[in-house]
């Protein structure tokens, strides 16, 4: 039986149709890859265990859709995700063991994923001790020992029966008659003051350096903070901002973090993914080695090694096992190629997807289809003028072409191109708004204009100041 939360490989897909125009055979590996994360979890025999997943390594120029499949798979996967770029590991103390600030970020996104499945579990007991806390800073409870007002004091007394008898039931009353005011959202903006915990302690530094990895320096820090004593602070605030405060603070209280951890790591263990961009820069281009950056890159490489092979990595949160963490891994290749990368890092890849380059056609379905196509985007931009904007179908061919023009003839870039085309298109109007144009006028795009419009750039060869 399937589970409805997880989507077979061909929802997968019409998902990713949503926002990525082609590359059907790139989201094909990943929505199979993404399902049997699923399956494996799935089998009942002792071959579970053994069940690694198929990494894999996309492959195609900028501004095809590699980062952008990665980036909506985060959303699609209910699952700890993190992109990380393999160039940062390059970068000056970046060395040996650090590679290993991926899983570390994988696992802290695992954390995060489970204790906001876990606040919403107790979202509803929060909410109840937030009401009383705001009650109390609105109308303060009288305490009163005797059995008549004790009734009132558990809130388990008709309110409305006859005259209050006591300042202890006129106090319960005046409360009930404000719960419900709180309840009915009519105090929103009324002012109350409340304790709220302090910020912890300033992060500690070492001086010098080098003796102290990431992982200890973090327990190091985290064991600190324990010791100081916990300082809460008085603020005036509204009734929304206080509930807002409050009920992550009393839900934080109810969730057991030990049981949060153990669960987390045994998710990113489980069902993690992680996509590392940008992997053609730490490829050295020269056979042999050779002297400059390539040291550090092949150096990056060997680290990335055990990593994805599988090993256990010591994070705050506990110790965890990359074996069935899926990587995908997504590189431009244009310098450099995937024979490029050591051996045994190419071996840890078996799966190759090769992106196509975009063609006329893919760049005029790429600014129609999409939810979040560019032409939607700038009539938003518009509308939030009150200004109407429209594409005719032959503006948007006019568009596509002139883009898909300057990539042929400078830099490939892929559809990043059609953001210096919309941008160099739309710049008049979008100054022009609401100065000149005012507020309900209507601009219609059509392929006369385009043309006038765009006509010196494609003309101008020259175009540095419109290459990204």
């Not at 008085?234 to 405060?245: G, P």
């Not at 400059?292 to 599988?310: A, T």
């Not at 298109?425 to 005012?438: A, C, R, T």
């Amino acid at each position: 039986m399937m589970d409805p939360k997880y989507l077979t490989p061909k929802q997968i897909v019409e998902e990713l149709d949503k926002y990525i125009i082609g590359q059907y055979e790139a989201k094909r590996n990943v929505a199979i890859a993404l399902r049997n994360r699923w399956r494996r979890m799935n089998v009942k025999s002792d071959i579970q265990g053994e069940i690694v997943p198929n990494n894999i390594l996309m492959i195609g120029a900028t501004g095809v859709g590699k980062t952008e499949i990665a980036r909506r798979l985060a959303k699609i996967a209910d699952a700890p995700f993190v992109k990380v770029e393999a160039s940062k590991f390059t970068e000056v103390g970046y060395v040996g063991r650090d590679v290993e600030s991926m899983v570390r970020d994988l696992v802290e996104q695992s954390v995060n994923l489970v204790k906001a499945k876990k606040k919403e579990e107790v979202k509803e007991k929060a909410a109840n001790a937030v009401e009383e806390i705001i009650l109390d800073a609105l109308i303060p409870p009288m305490r009163s020992s005797s059995p008549k007002s004790a009734g009132f004091a558990t809130g388990n007394h008709d309110v409305t029966d006859g005259e209050p008898t006591s300042d202890v039931e006129l106090n319960e009353r005046t409360r009930q008659h404000f719960r419900e005011k709180i309840r009915n959202g009519e105090l929103e903006d009324r002012k109350i003051d409340i304790n709220i915990k302090g910020a912890s302690g300033p992060n500690i530094g070492m001086v010098g350096g080098g003796m102290v990895d990431e992982v200890s320096m973090m327990n190091l820090q985290e064991m600190i903070n324990g010791m100081m004593p916990k300082k809460s602070k008085k603020r005036k605030v509204t009734v929304a901002e206080a509930r807002r405060i409050l009920l992550e603070e009393e839900a934080a209280k109810l969730i057991d973090m030990d049981e949060v951890k153990e669960e987390a790591i045994h998710r990113a263990e489980d069902a993690g993914i992680i996509f590392i961009d940008e992997i053609d820069k730490i490829a050295s281009g020269k056979k042999g080695g050779g002297g400059g950056p390539d040291v550090s890159r092949e150096g990056v490489q060997r680290d990335l090694l055990p990593i994805v092979e599988g090993s256990t990595v010591n994070t705050k949160h506990g110790v965890i096992k990359t074996d069935h963490v899926l990587f995908i891994a997504a590189g431009a290749f244009h310098i450099s190629k995937p024979s490029d990368l050591i051996p045994e890092l190419q071996g840890r890849f078996p799966i190759r997807v090769e992106l196509n380059n975009l063609t006329k056609e893919d760049f005029i379905r790429i600014l129609k289809e999409p939810r979040n196509a560019l032409t939607k985007q700038y009539q938003a931009l518009f509308a939030a003028e009150d200004v109407d904007v429209t594409f005719t179908d032959d503006a948007i061919e006019e568009i596509a072409s002139t883009a898909f023009a300057i990539n042929t003839e400078m830099e490939n870039i892929g559809a990043r191109r059609l953001h210096t085309v919309m941008s160099k298109l739309l710049n008049e109007f979008l100054f022009d708004v609401p100065d000149k144009i005012s507020t309900n006028a209507h601009i219609s795009i059509n392929a006369d204009m385009v043309r006038t419009k765009l006509n010196d750039l494609v003309k101008n060869k020259d175009l540095s100041q419109y290459i990204l």
